[in-house]
């Protein structure tokens, strides 16, 4: 079946402009995450979807990140305002539940460059 | 708070020589312990997991792993690496009752022919 996709690929932007992030996960998975990867850092967590339930924001770094899951499918990770220090691989997981011992599917991420 | 450390960012190993990449986790609770492996221009895929039971998992590719609560230690090991093994890998956490992944910085596993 499909995996986790996420688009765009790359997006360059300049400083300043608004991004929006598109992450489709897995049909059924009832659970999304964003995390965000920079160089030597690691995955950092973002916040994660559970169904209906209010997401988990506590990872994200300032207001001017966002994200939102419509129809408990797609999610958009909204960064407002962006700065060079937001420039990474932004990726987006799925699982079947946030229960701690699922397996996440990750997409291929998408790669923000701020100039 | 839980956390991770992998204290090797980088490891070269000759192909068809042993590795062991080193993962050391802090948690007040029980946890479950993950590797996640992300080949080249890929994205990161579950090499293994350990949840309860037997302490030495056995994931894809040959790979295992040994859970040392004793060491907070969750070391993953191959006896022989191959080429097609060069990629990132990282080690995980979550708490028990926690949804949330704790991801260390990541080992690069680079294989010299």
């Known amino acids: 079946g499909a995996g986790v996709s996420q688009s765009p690929s790359n997006k360059v932007t300049e400083k300043g402009k608004d991004v929006e992030l598109r992450c489709d996960p897995i049909?059924?998975?009832?659970?999304l995450y964003w995390y965000r990867q920079s160089l030597g850092q690691g995955l950092e967590f973002l916040i994660y979807?559970?169904?209906?339930?209010?997401?988990?924001k506590s990872g994200l770094p300032s207001d001017r990140f966002s994200a939102e899951r419509t129809g408990g499918s797609v999610s958009t990770l909204t960064i407002q305002r962006t700065q060079q220090e937001d420039s990474a691989v932004y990726l987006c997981?799925?699982?079947?539940?946030?229960?701690?011992?699922?397996?996440?599917?990750f997409g291929p991420g998408t790669r923000l460059t701020v100039l | 708070a839980q956390s991770v450390t992998q204290l090797d960012s980088q490891v070269p190993v000759f192909e068809e020589a042993p590795v062991e990449l080193r993962c050391n986790y802090s948690?007040?609770?029980?946890?479950?312990l993950f590797w996640y492996v992300q080949y080249p221009n890929q994205g990161l895929q579950l090499l293994l997991k350990?949840?309860?039971?037997?302490?030495l998992v056995k994931g894809i590719n040959g790979f295992e792993a040994e859970f040392n609560k004793s060491q907070t230690s969750f070391h993953l090991r191959k006896p022989s690496v191959h080429i097609s093994d060069t990629a990132e890998y990282f080690c995980a956490v979550s708490d028990h009752g926690n949804e949330k992944l704790t991801f260390g910085t990541g080992t690069r596993l680079t294989i010299i022919p």
């Open positions: 350990y949840l309860s039971g037997s302490t």
């Open positions: 049909s059924g998975h009832t659970a």
């Open positions: 979807f559970q169904g209906n339930s209010a997401p988990d």
């Open positions: 997981a799925s699982s079947l539940e946030a229960r701690g011992w699922d397996e996440q599917f």
């Open positions: 948690s007040s609770v029980s946890v479950y």
